[in-house]
């Protein structure tokens, strides 16, 4: 099989310190977190930003600091996520990718999310769409539910996308699919030939769905947006720890770890 690619996902949106102390939050926190994940293996961070509060932020200044901080601190790709936070609207969101990161999620449809509602209005996601092209940041597509990656496909036709597609599959979210392997095979088998995947397991499931994604032939992603555990009862510690977990197990199974280099060609990345 061919190299993985890690993505360490170092925040999210949703956890707080109050639910692990060693969540990173601030920007110099967030470029030492993804130190450690390059450092442990990942070729990919993903990024989602907090204001002095900890709170959700799509504030384009603290974005391009974040942005910033880790080039200085790392080799890894950096994906900027506008999913920023359930409560950012939608207007404010898609202005972070003027941050002008490598790469960008695009999120194609609005869905309930755990206790919550995850708005991503059609036009406006034509939108980001649009100006991610114009300004040359790969979209990663987010793929929650089967019906997301019609969506997906529907904004290729219109020409706001090129092949070859990035995909991110992420199983377990409530008022998504559910972490299951038939979840994951029948949107892999619907993907359009040539375009890389990874998969995103939340919670609990994820170690169980990643290993399942590396093992056919995908990438795979963790870090504390997706779990705080290192194992049952065991609070992750850092994010490298969990990257560290992943990349054993891909290794374990003769998936080499892909480094930032070689995570460029494989997602055919412009220099």
Same mark, same amino acid.
């Given at each position: 099989?061919?190299?993985?690619?890690?993505?360490?996902?170092?925040?999210?949106?949703?956890?707080?310190?109050?639910?692990?102390?060693?969540?990173?939050?601030?920007?110099?926190?967030?470029?030492?977190? &993804?130190?450690?994940?390059?450092?442990?293996?990942?070729?990919?961070?993903?990024?989602?930003?907090?204001?002095?509060?900890?709170?959700?932020? &799509?504030?384009?200044?603290?974005?391009?600091?974040?942005?910033?901080?880790?080039?200085?601190?790392?080799?890894?790709?950096?994906?900027?996520?506008?999913?920023?936070?359930?409560?950012?609207?939608?207007?404010?969101?898609?202005?972070?990718?003027?941050?002008?990161?490598?790469?960008?999620?695009?999120?194609?449809?609005?869905?309930?999310?755990?206790?919550?509602?995850?708005?991503?209005?059609?036009?406006?996601?034509?939108?980001?769409?649009?100006?991610?092209?114009?300004?040359?940041?790969?979209?990663?597509?987010?793929?929650?539910?089967?019906?997301?990656?019609?969506?997906?496909?529907?904004?290729? &036709?219109?020409?706001?996308?090129?092949?070859?597609?990035?995909?991110?599959?992420?199983?377990?979210?409530?008022?998504?699919?559910?972490?299951?392997?038939?979840?994951?095979?029948?949107?892999?088998?619907?993907?359009?030939?040539?375009?890389?995947?990874?998969?995103?397991?939340?919670?609990?499931?994820?170690?169980?769905?990643?290993?399942?994604?590396?093992?056919?032939?995908?990438?795979?992603?963790?870090?504390?947006?997706?779990?705080?555990?290192?194992?049952?009862?065991?609070?992750?510690?850092?994010?490298?720890?969990?990257?560290?977990?992943?990349?054993?197990? &891909?290794?374990?199974?003769?998936?080499?770890?892909?480094?930032?280099?070689?995570?460029?060609?494989?997602?055919?990345?412009?220099?």
């Amino acid at each position: 099989m061919s190299d993985a690619i890690i993505t360490a996902a170092l925040t999210g949106p949703i956890a707080t310190k109050q639910d692990n102390p060693a969540l990173p939050t601030s920007p110099e926190e967030i470029a030492a977190a &993804a130190a450690g994940a390059s450092d442990a293996g990942a070729a990919v961070v993903h990024i989602h930003i907090r204001d002095e509060q900890g709170r959700p932020t &799509a504030d384009v200044q603290i974005a391009r600091r974040v942005v910033g901080l880790i080039e200085d601190s790392c080799p890894a790709l950096i994906q900027l996520s506008t999913g920023v936070g359930l409560d950012v609207p939608y207007e404010a969101r898609e202005k972070l990718i003027e941050a002008r990161p490598r790469m960008a999620t695009l999120n194609v449809c609005t869905m309930s999310f755990g206790i919550g509602e995850f708005r991503n209005p059609p036009e406006g996601v034509r939108r980001l769409a649009s100006r991610m092209g114009e300004l040359g940041i790969r979209p990663e597509l987010e793929i929650y539910d089967t019906g997301h990656l019609d969506v997906a496909l529907s904004l290729v &036709a219109e020409g706001l996308l090129a092949e070859p597609l990035q995909f991110s599959i992420v199983l377990g979210v409530r008022g998504g699919a559910p972490a299951t392997v038939e979840s994951l095979m029948s949107i892999v088998a619907r993907l359009p030939a040539g375009s890389v995947w990874q998969v995103i397991g939340i919670g609990r499931a994820n170690l169980q769905m990643t290993t399942i994604g590396l093992a056919l032939g995908g990438n795979a992603r963790t870090g504390m947006e997706d779990t705080l555990m290192l194992r049952r009862g065991v609070p992750a510690g850092s994010n490298s720890e969990l990257v560290e977990r992943l990349v054993a197990i &891909a290794r374990a199974i003769e998936r080499e770890p892909a480094d930032a280099s070689r995570a460029r060609e494989l997602l055919s990345l412009a220099d």
